[in-house]
């Protein structure tokens, strides 16, 4: 009766130290990955347990990328602080542990003597024991919880950096670089921090317990330490049989259940087509289809790991017996005291957790490589300037920012400029090829374009209309030639960082507007659409529909000069017609999902209106008022010519032609020609045929303002 109960009783203090070593977050981690699951590859699947010494170094060489800035962040010193501080409370509660074993071996030794006054005493001990040893764990654990979100919170900063620089986020999401950043950055991010805290507080917690009880074991009775090795070590080969396969269907669950994730968003997102197109039944077959992937992968894996749990759980039930019947027979000749046999179940409970480290954990380890795969493939990516299609990587087309002043006299094709208007931007020999596959889509391309020099880009659809505004604006590099954009303001100049690598100034919002063809709507307030992107406003959450209660908005310091009033905003939606839109959502400060509530002329209405407040140099519009009637479409062009912006456009309609100076006409380009497939036109020549329609139509509008 007493071998029976006596284990169970003196298993409390243990239990403490249990949480030491498969701490909530690790244990939450390990379940949270198994059930919920997120997207992993195959060939982070590999990482884990690697056959090879080499998988193993590189696995811990980018363990050691992906952990090390926040170390030697302007945070360290706090952070380095922080870290001793859990460790210190880690090594008083393995102290405490040690105490609650000897105060176990003399409680059940009063208890096996039927020494009443010696077993109060004891209780009494044991009581005071646990009121000041419990307050160390639980700090101990909030300490390690606050710091590893101190640690994600420095680190989810540092990754959105480097995720929004150069466009990274628009490489990645155009070429197919990685599957899902947006996970790695919330979920994967999470959990490194949290495991890997946990791991190393588990892995120093385990050094520290095998030195302090391997002590106690072996004066109680070597043998039993040896049992313990052969049992620990048995116990993680065979675990790591078991589980190989579960680490591949564990991968495999996380993808599928960010495809199901993904194709429900898709839905949202795109709610109106699906709606218009009746598209319902096709959606519903296609999510249950992923659905039913993830959930036949997921029975797979709830098989794999029951047969691994039978062994795990025989594994860790055999241990409260084992010790026991290996000193029992020393009990029964009188060669130790019964608390002996408590002393020893609790040292032996303590070292085999420290070895079996991988039994234990098993799921987390394997979702834990998972992690540091995903984080470090992610960090190479955003730290090397790897988005380059190895193809390319000989010539591409260079684009520099550079001053007016530093705008040359000479035009491109090396004769004396006869303009007197400054130069904005000069395009030189410029071959513009897709990034994916290298296909041409202009040839040879030279243009210069000076201040009220509009542009119109003109040609078949797919011919690289598009593609020539994606070159100037960074984002696609593939071809050769040179782009340079002059930029005037002294202030803009000065507000760029220096990019060495480059050798070129970045592109600075306030001078250069792109309007892309489909209108963006930011999430948030009528105010924050305007303000997009040259001010940036957080605004505190306002119901959809509701009007702001006359708080102001939340500034976030970034960017404060010449801010636009309230009169601005409401003056600028006026000149673009939307004046109405205030009265009609609520005010400039009501929440609404905009690319829903507006029509798609609406938003274009009020990309222009970003444009008329952000008053930038050069405007480059792709389409931009492809959703318009030919009225409103006249009079957004005459607003921003009268605000003095020169304009690229890029359309298809005629009409546009009256609103610009020149006509650049690219068409298909042949693949076998390498011959130039552009031309120019000046709309003001007067052999030219837009120069007579423009004639004609001035003429025609001058006689209709003549009275009769
Ligand atoms: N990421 C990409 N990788 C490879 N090819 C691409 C990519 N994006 C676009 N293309 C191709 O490049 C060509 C030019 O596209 P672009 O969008 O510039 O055309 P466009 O002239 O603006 O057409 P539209 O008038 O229809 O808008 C198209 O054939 C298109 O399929």
């Given at each position: ?19 030491d070593r498969s701490p909530p977050s690790l244990r939450h981690e390990s ?55 859990v ?54 654990d909030?300490?390690k919880e606050?710091?590893s ?42 959990s490194?921090t949290g495991t890997a805290l946990s791991f190393s507080l588990t892995l120093?917690s ?155 954990q098993?799921?987390a380890?394997?979702?834990f ?340």
């Open positions: 009766m007493m071998l029976i109960t006596a284990p169970v009783f003196a298993t409390f203090p243990q239990l403490l130290l249990r949480r379940t949270h990955r198994r059930k919920i699951g997120r997207f992993r590859t195959v060939s982070a699947a590999s990482s884990l347990l690697p056959h090879k010494a080499s998988e193993l170094k590189s696995l811990s060489k980018r363990f050691w990328k992906v952990a090390k800035p926040f170390w030697f962040s302007d945070d360290k010193d706090q952070a380095r602080l922080r870290l001793a501080a460790f210190a409370l880690t090594l008083a509660t393995t102290g405490i542990s040690v105490g609650f074993n000897f105060l176990g071996r003399d409680f059940y030794n009063a208890l096996a003597n039927k020494d009443q006054e010696q077993f109060t005493k004891q209780l009494f001990y044991y009581l005071c024991a646990f009121a000041g040893g419990i307050p160390f764990f639980v700090l101990r909030y300490a606050t710091l979100l101190r640690w994600r919170s420095w680190m989810t900063k540092y990754y959105l950096q480097r995720y929004l620089k150069d466009q990274s986020f628009y490489k990645i999401q155009s070429q197919s670089m990685i599957d899902n950043p947006d996970q790695r950055i919330v979920d994967d991010l999470s490194f120093f385990a050094t520290i317990d095998l030195i302090s009880f391997s002590n106690i074991l072996f004066t109680i009775y070597p043998p039993l330490f040896l049992v313990l090795l052969l049992y620990s070590f048995g116990g993680t080969a065979i675990s790591v049989f078991l589980g190989k396969g579960l680490v591949n269907l564990n991968f495999l669950q996380e993808k599928k259940e960010a495809d199901f994730r993904y194709s429900l968003v898709r839905v949202r997102e795109n709610a109106e087509s699906i709606a218009f197109y009746g598209g319902e039944q096709n959606e519903m077959q296609l999510l249950l289809q992923r659905f039913r992937s993830a959930f036949d992968n997921l029975t797979e894996l709830l098989i794999a790991s029951r047969n691994l749990e039978f062994f795990t759980d025989g594994y860790r039930y055999l241990i409260q017996i084992l010790p026991a019947a290996v000193v029992a027979p020393m009990f029964f000749s009188g060669k130790i005291e019964f608390g002996v046999i408590n002393q020893s179940v609790s040292a032996f409970n303590h070292i085999l957790g420290d070895f079996s480290l991988v039994v234990y098993f799921q380890i394997s979702a490589s998972a992690v540091i795969d995903r984080l470090g493939e992610f960090d190479d990516l955003l730290d090397n300037n790897i988005f380059r299609d190895p193809s390319h990587t000989l010539e591409e087309i260079e684009l520099t920012y550079q001053s007016a002043g530093r705008s040359s006299l000479l035009d491109s094709n090396g004769s004396i400029q006869s303009r007197q208007n400054e130069k904005l931007l000069e395009i030189e020999k410029l071959t513009l090829q897709t990034p994916t596959n290298g296909t041409t889509l202009v040839h040879n391309l030279s243009v210069d374009i000076y201040d009220k020099d509009h542009l119109l880009i003109m040609g078949p659809s797919g011919s690289g209309k598009t593609s020539l505004l994606r070159a100037m604006a960074g984002l696609w590099r593939s071809g050769k030639g040179k782009i340079t954009f002059y930029i005037n303001s002294q202030d803009a100049i000065t507000q760029e960082k220096y990019d060495s690598q480059e050798n070129s100034k970045k592109r600075s919002s306030g001078d250069i507007l792109f309007l892309p063809q489909r209108p963006y709507m930011v999430l948030g307030t009528l105010r924050q659409q305007l303000l997009y992107p040259a001010w940036s406003t957080t605004m505190e959450a306002t119901p959809a529909g509701s009007k702001r209660d006359g708080s102001k908005p939340l500034d976030d310091g970034t960017d404060k000069s010449n801010k636009p009033t309230t009169d601005d905003l409401m003056r600028t939606l006026e000149n673009v017609r939307l004046g109405h839109i205030v009265d009609r959502f609520g005010g400039l400060d009501s929440l609404h999902e905009w690319a829903s509530v507006l029509s798609l002329g609406e938003q274009q209405r009020l990309a222009f209106a970003r444009l008329l407040l952000s008053e930038p140099k050069l405007a480059l519009l792709d389409e931009s008022t492809s959703a318009l009637d030919e009225a409103n479409e006249a009079h957004l062009y005459q607003q921003i010519k009268s605000a003095g912006i020169t304009y690229i456009s890029i359309g298809h309609r005629q009409t546009l032609t009256k609103f610009h100076e020149k006509i650049l006409h690219i068409s298909t380009a042949d693949p076998k020609s390498m011959e130039r497939n552009w031309r120019m036109e000046d709309t003001n020549a007067k052999d030219s045929l837009y120069g007579t329609l423009k004639q004609q139509e001035e003429v025609q509008s001058e006689s209709r303002s003549k009275p009769d």
